[in-house]
C-alpha cells in the first residue's frame, strides 16, 4: 500500500526499526550517514536498500531539509556501497520511489540499488 509522503515522519516504520535493531537485517553498509542492508524480496541479482540515518520520509523530504552534511554523507554512501559491490564496471541502477505514483511503501528515504544483471528498460509503461 503507498505511503503518503506529505506526512509527518512515523518513528515506528519499518526501516526506523531495521535502524535501530528492533528488527533484524542484512547489513552491508553503516557509517555516521547511511545504513545500507539487502532488500527482503530482491529484483534483481543485486538489490540493496541504503537509508540515510535522519528522520526523512522520503527523498522530497530529504532533499528539502536535511544539512547540507547529511546530503553530501548519505550520497557518497550510496557511492561507497555500490562501489564495495563491485558494481561500477558493469554498471548498476539507482532508484528512490515517491509516494503513491512511485509506489512508496515504507516512509523512510530509501534508495534502492540494482545491479548484477543487465537490467533491461528504465521504466514498463503501463498503457
Ligand atoms: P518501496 O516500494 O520503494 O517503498 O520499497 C520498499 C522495499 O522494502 C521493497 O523492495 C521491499 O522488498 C523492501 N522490504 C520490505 N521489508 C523489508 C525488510 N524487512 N528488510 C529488507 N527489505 C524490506
Known amino acids: 500500500m503507498p505511503i503518503d509522503p506529505t506526512l509527518p515522519y512515523d518513528d ?9 535493531g528492533e528488527i533484524p537485517s542484512q547489513k552491508v553498509y553503516e557509517n ?12 534483481a541479482e543485486t538489490h540493496t536498500l541504503v537509508i540515510p540515518r535522519g ?11 536535511a544539512s ?5 554523507g548519505f550520497v557518497r554512501a550510496v557511492g561507497e556501497v555500490a562501489r564495495a559491490k563491485g558494481l561500477v564496471g558493469p554498471g548498476y541502477r539507482l532508484m528512490a520511489n515517491i509516494g503513491a505514483h512511485g509506489g512508496q511503501e515504507v516512509p523512510h528515504l530509501h534508495v534502492h540499488l540494482f545491479g ?7 521504466i514498463c509503461k503501463q498503457r
Open 12 to 20: 515506528n516504520n519499518l526501516f526506523a526499526k531495521i535502524l535501530c
Open 68 to 72: 547540507a552534511e547529511e546530503i553530501v
Open 116 to 122: 548484477g544483471q543487465p537490467l533491461g528498460p528504465m
Open 32 to 43: 555516521d550517514w547511511a545504513f545500507a542492508f539487502e532488500d527482503i524480496n530482491p529484483q
Open 55 to 65: 528522520r526523512y520520509v522520503s527523498w522530497d523530504d530529504f532533499s528539502a531539509k
